[in-house]
């Protein structure tokens, strides 16, 4: 079993739907967060970044976090065509660890 | 403020050979990590590099080395090049003392 584990779709929506992006972990020493958009053929580039459960907002992005599901989303509202792209999930333990953990990403397209 | 740059973009090394990938961190940050994306995979954590030693590895064969300069920029060696390197190898910094990283653009490294 992978320590985190991310559908990789592809996800069809029109224009101006919610997306709802998930990432389920096994580790319960995850403690940071984090989601990245990456184009194709680029380098990923962090949208939202949480410590520990809750939510967190950010103009049309919202990051949650249920550490007692061990269950983390990222849900994007309004939806727009250049939002297309593959939506990475990252965790890692407390301070003093380096391993960063991805899944291996959600491909979105988001139909004009 | 200066993000992550690498060099270079794209490049193409035949089985055997050993390559350099070069990373400059964004300003201000004292940690660089490198990561193998491989296509439709997530990235796979490579090393990382704080006050110019290595203070954390994935599971890489040693003929992946690295370095930190003073500059906290970073070099990422690949010796005896095998097909299955083939990647995106991406470069990430940030400081010490946070934990979200911020990546560059990366390598494209094609092995034949």
């Known amino acids: 079993q992978k320590e985190v584990e991310q559908d990789p779709g592809p996800l069809s929506v029109p224009e101006g739907a919610i997306v709802s992006l998930n990432c389920t972990y096994s580790n319960s020493a995850f403690q940071y967060f984090m989601w990245y958009r990456q184009y194709s053929r680029k380098g990923p580039e962090l949208l939202m970044y949480t410590y520990s459960s809750g939510n967190k907002e950010d103009g049309r992005f919202t990051a949650q976090v249920d550490k007692s599901s061990k269950y983390i989303s990222l849900f994007i509202r309004d939806s727009q065509p250049s939002d297309s792209a593959t939506y990475l999930c990252a965790m890692r333990g407390e301070t003093g660890t380096y391993k960063y953990i991805f899944g291996t990403g959600t491909r979105l397209k988001v139909l004009a | 403020e200066t993000g992550v740059t690498q060099s270079p973009t794209h490049l193409i090394k035949t089985r055997g050979q050993q390559v350099t990938l070069r990373c400059s961190s964004q300003?201000?940050?004292?940690?660089v990590s490198w990561y193998q994306q491989a296509l439709g995979q997530g990235p796979q954590f490579i090393f990382q590099?704080?006050?110019?030693?290595?203070?954390g590895r994935g599971n890489f064969p040693p003929r992946f080395s690295g370095l930190q300069f003073p500059n906290y920029s970073s070099e990422l060696n690949v010796n005896a090049l095998e097909l299955d390197d083939s990647a995106l190898y991406l470069c990430?910094?940030?400081?010490?003392?946070?934990?979200?990283?911020?990546f560059g653009p990366g390598t494209r490294l094609t092995v034949t």
């Open positions: 590099y704080y006050r110019e030693e290595e203070n």
């Open positions: 300003s201000g940050h004292n940690t």
């Open positions: 990430a910094s940030r400081r010490q003392e946070e934990y979200e990283q911020y």
